[in-house]
């Protein structure tokens, strides 16, 4: 079985190394890259992420990234957000109000906060998983799976949700919308659990099918059975890259 | 809210190689840094963290490969302390893939080294370790929990719990408490150190320093308060695994994340 090919996209801030390491142990074949070609023919896309949210956006946009991931998006690749990577692709945060997100999926970014309990903010720990219905980026997980998170802010709460945790409430943990999926804890600082995620990613990248249009645009995977957000259904369909 | 408390197997590090010292003097060797933090993953460790007690500066850089080696093989965060003094020495461990720089001495003599680090690279990659000792004569803080440096030599006429309140001010995500009246001794934590601190701060705390049984981690969560519990020879040298020390922090009702 060929490794497939997974851009890791590099817009200059934080270190790429542990991702890079866990998609090689997962069996993909990984490249840092900002490349527009180079991330244009990979078979998966990583956009990883690190610190303050404004600091993120702005060189995504300086490098150019902003393009780059609209396109891998567009075409229906396998694509994922990781921590500050996954809060890029919504569409703003209260972390540095006016600065636009990626706008890729519909929310903003909320600080951690509690009325009932005191918690420590920063989330700087590991946290049990709570699954909302069946994505394919967390099979073969074992039972309350458990993951490392190092994170102030986090997802509204929208139809896109798949995965949260319970931090003074519920916490949005992961997302997905068709080709699309964001973790807001670090899969590749999660121990076995995380590289499980990372090999089901890998997967996902083999599958020709599940780059294919029909499945990669507007599907809804609310498990409560909410519609798509209309934006998003009003999105040109993407092209599958067979 | 679902907070497991975390343990943490300490390796510390001279010249690339793993050592453990019984209040200092008695070092022995317990093998290659990398290849006991991958056992320490495989047993459930929640996280790692490598102490650099090199002393020779020609030898500095060891830790540099040790964190980007460890980067390369294990899928758990980790700590590096010892020998950073300034934001470029933090630099250069978190970009080959360390998850946070443990400053102490360093902090000590330029508080503002805290808020450097905190500023440039977030307070999540900031701990702040913290050596404190009992004094009791006419020079002793208020606490009666003092600051050393050094390696715990060097006494600072610094409050232990003020100087905790300080950091955290300053920008520190974390605090690393070695009691060094326990450290080395197995006599268990300094719970009264730990609760102190862990009660006049809301960073998570990290207790240090004593652990000889595995009682005495789950007492660190219990009656110290701690958010974390750190230990190194009762890893090290096979008498327990991560496993059985938190199957046992769990039967005294200690939340912890179940080995997966």
Known sequence: ?242 | MTAAARVIPCLDVDAGRVVKGVNFVDIRDAGDPVELAARYDEQGADELVFLDITASSDQRDTIVDLARRTAEEVYIPFTIGGGIRTVEDARRLLRVGADKTAINTAAVRRPELVKEIATEFGSQCCVVSIDARRMDDADAPASGFEVFTHGGRTRTGIDAVVWAQEVVRLGAGEIMLTSMDRDGTRDGFDVELTATVSDAVDVPIIASGGVGTLEHLAEGVTEGRADAVLAASIFHFGEHTVAEAKELMAARGVTVRPPQ
């Open chain 1, 1 to 242: 079985m060929t490794a497939p090919r997974v851009a890791v996209l590099d817009y200059g801030i934080g270190n790429l190394r542990s991702a890079q390491k866990t998609l090689e142990r997962a069996g993909a074949d990984p490249v840092l890259t900002r490349d527009p070609e180079e991330v244009a023919a990979a078979s998966g896309v990583v956009l990883p992420g690190v610190g303050a949210f404004g600091r993120v956006m702005e060189a995504i946009r300086e490098t150019g990234v902003d393009e780059i991931a609209h396109a891998a998006v567009a075409s229906g690749t396998p694509f994922i957000g990781i921590c500050v990577g996954m809060q890029a692709l919504y569409e703003s945060s209260e972390e540095n109000p006016g600065v636009d997100g990626l706008g890729i999926l519909p929310g903003t970014i909320r600080r951690l906060t509690s009325a009932e309990t005191r918690i420590k903010v920063p989330q700087m720990q590991w946290n049990r998983l709570d699954l909302h219905g069946e994505s394919p980026l967390f099979s073969k997980l074992p039972e309350d799976p458990w993951v490392y998170f190092v994170h102030s802010y986090a997802p509204e709460a929208t139809d896109d949700v798949i995965a949260t945790c319970e931090y003074g409430g519920t916490v949005t943990a992961a997302a997905a919308r068709g080709n699309v999926m964001a973790t807001q804890f670090h899969p590749e600082k999660s121990g076995r659990v995380g590289v499980q995620i990372i090999t089901n990613f890998v997967e996902l990248c083999r599958d020709p099918a599940f780059s294919e249009p029909e499945r990669s645009a507007g599907e809804s995977v609310d498990a409560a059975g909410q519609t798509p957000d209309p934006a998003w259904s009003e999105r040109p369909e993407r092209s599958g890259k067979q």
